[in-house]
């Protein structure tokens, strides 16, 4: 297989994804969920039963949220309602903005919180403290929504906060656990924006960018039932080894464990009565899109899984057996065919390089490829466009890819070792480049083979 067939590949696989990110758009989402005939909101997808509200009961509608898709789910509610919303108030991660009329738009930071997350929250938070029993509160939760919401517990500062998210995604820990935690040292999340706003009507309306979609998980589920404890978010402080990264995080989480502050809000709270949560979008939609863009462009495709978890390395090896096995027995699907996976992986960071979970999936991956006939092309992207501290989505990699590297004196495997992947694909031409997507439903990966 030449050089041309071997870049028409490459092309075909940033043609996949791309197309994975048309049902999982975050203006559409809202659009196909939330529907208003004359005076009554009818919420759900064609052909389900769906929740109907009566628009009349409601003095003032509103929106509030977070989250790096929020703001053109916001437009699409605008669009929905026109006149009858009165206000609103989101935060985004900078630069993830759209044009809105009526809605204040928060630019803050992520994934570490900052200054503008904590009063963009703070002043939810007053806007939900102040809603009463006839009003309607569009919520719009996405991915990052954790980082954006974020007003600590007191007596946890945000420099406390900030230091401990670092702390957990530098060790491993998965989103379930970052969040447990996340949740504990919080004054908005796992639910507690639900107990602010009661007693008003929340319309909750998440896209999803968490593994197995659960709701609690999206954003630390400001506006959903929380199931985790102090006890278990002191656990997870103990398990990684810090939980003496900030002594007020500690002593505000061991005094939640001996009962002396509330615990978050469980299912049979009576907040959520007038609480309606909904997932609009999901890595699962990415998945089977990237299937049809597949098959149309003459892949017979396969989906394993939009439930990848689990160490980035021995993810990347376990699809690059996969890959190997087509090659060598045509299982578990005949060429030419797109393997295609989802979730989210982890990477535990012992090296002082820049990079993401994808970026770092497709370095450990071109390792493997190296001596495969040159037909096979591994990609793997963020779908919000974003990969770690980077701009760029992640990266697209075949059996060249480590001989490149040392045609400009790089060592991949050196490279690896120092979590480098971005300077690495930098240099090798071999980044996805989308920008910001304004959508966030975990990732993308593909197995290319001719």
Same mark, same amino acid.
């Given at each position: 297989m030449g050089d041309v067939a071997l870049q028409q590949l490459r092309q075909a696989a940033g043609d996949i994804f791309r197309a994975?990110?048309?049902?999982?758009?975050?203006?559409?989402?809202?659009?196909?969920?939330?529907?208003?005939?004359?005076?009554?909101?009818? &919420?759900?997808?064609?052909?389900? @039963?769906? $929740?109907?509200? +009566?628009?009349?009961?409601? @003095?003032?509608?509103?929106?509030?949220?977070?989250?790096?898709?929020?703001?053109?789910?916001?437009?699409? $509610?605008?669009?929905?309602?026109?006149?009858?919303?009165?206000?609103?108030?989101?935060?985004?991660?900078?630069?993830?903005?759209?044009?809105?009329?009526? /809605?204040?738009?928060?630019?803050?930071?992520?994934?570490?919180? @900052?200054?503008?997350?904590?009063?963009? /929250?703070?002043?939810?938070?007053?806007?939900?403290?102040?809603?009463?029993?006839? +009003?309607?509160?569009?919520?719009?939760?996405?991915?990052?929504?954790?980082?954006?919401?974020?007003?600590?517990?007191?007596?946890?500062?945000?420099?406390?906060?900030?230091?401990?998210?670092?702390?957990? &995604?530098?060790?491993?820990?998965?989103?379930?656990?970052?969040?447990?935690?996340?949740?504990?040292?919080?004054?908005?999340?796992?639910?507690?924006?639900?107990?602010?706003?009661?007693?008003? /009507?929340? $319309?909750?309306?998440m896209l999803s960018d968490v593994v197995g979609d659960k709701m609690d998980v999206i954003a630390s589920g400001p506006f959903v039932p929380d199931p985790s404890t102090f006890d278990q978010a002191l656990r997870i402080l103990r398990k990684y080894g810090i939980e003496g990264a900030s002594e007020p995080v500690y002593h505000h989480v061991e005094a939640g464990v001996k009962g002396e502050i509330n615990e978050t809000p469980k299912a049979d709270d009576p907040v959520f009565n007038r609480v309606f949560n909904f997932i609009v979008g999901s890595n699962i939609m990415a998945l089977e899109a990237a299937a049809q863009k597949a098959e149309a462009l003459g892949y017979a495709p396969l989906i394993l899984s939009s439930l990848i978890e689990g160490e980035t390395r021995d993810v990347a090896h376990f699809h690059t057996v996969i890959l190997k096995e087509m090659l060598r027995s045509r299982n578990p699907i005949k060429p030419p065919a797109c393997v295609i996976s989802g979730g989210e992986t982890t990477v535990t960071i012992k090296g002082k390089g820049l990079g993401g979970r994808n970026q770092e999936f497709c370095l450990a991956a071109a390792l493997d490829l190296t001596g495969l006939e040159p037909r096979v092309v591994v990609l793997s992207g963020g779908t919000d466009g974003n990969d770690g501290p980077t701009d760029a989505a992640g990266a697209v990699v075949d059996p060249h890819t480590v001989a490149k590297g040392k045609a400009l004196g790089l060592d991949a495997g050196e490279f690896l070792d120092e979590n480098d992947a971005y300077h690495y694909f930098e240099k090798t031409g071999e980044l996805l480049i989308t920008g910001p997507t304004n959508t966030n439903v975990m990732d993308v990966r593909l197995l290319l083979v001719k």
């Open positions: 994975s990110l048309a049902p999982v758009d975050p203006y559409g989402a809202v659009k196909n969920f939330v529907r208003v005939k004359g005076h009554t909101l009818i &919420l759900g997808k064609e052909g389900r @039963d769906p $929740v109907e509200l +009566d628009l009349k009961r409601f @003095d003032r509608i509103a929106i509030v949220g977070g989250g790096k898709a929020t703001a053109p789910m916001a437009r699409a $509610v605008e669009d929905l309602l026109k006149a009858r919303l009165k206000s609103g108030i989101i935060t985004v991660k900078y630069g993830f903005t759209d044009t809105l009329k009526r /809605t204040r738009i928060v630019e803050a930071g992520h994934p570490v919180p @900052d200054e503008a997350g904590v009063e963009g /929250t703070r002043m939810i938070l007053d806007f939900l403290q102040k809603a009463g029993e006839r +009003d309607l509160i569009f919520s719009l939760i996405s991915g990052g929504g954790s980082a954006l919401l974020c007003q600590p517990a007191a007596p946890v500062s945000l420099a406390e906060k900030q230091a401990l998210t670092r702390a957990l &995604l530098a060790c491993g820990a998965s989103i379930d656990e970052i969040n447990t935690v996340r949740k504990h040292i919080s004054a908005s999340k796992g639910g507690q924006m639900a107990r602010a706003a009661a007693p008003a /009507t929340v $319309v909750n309306l």
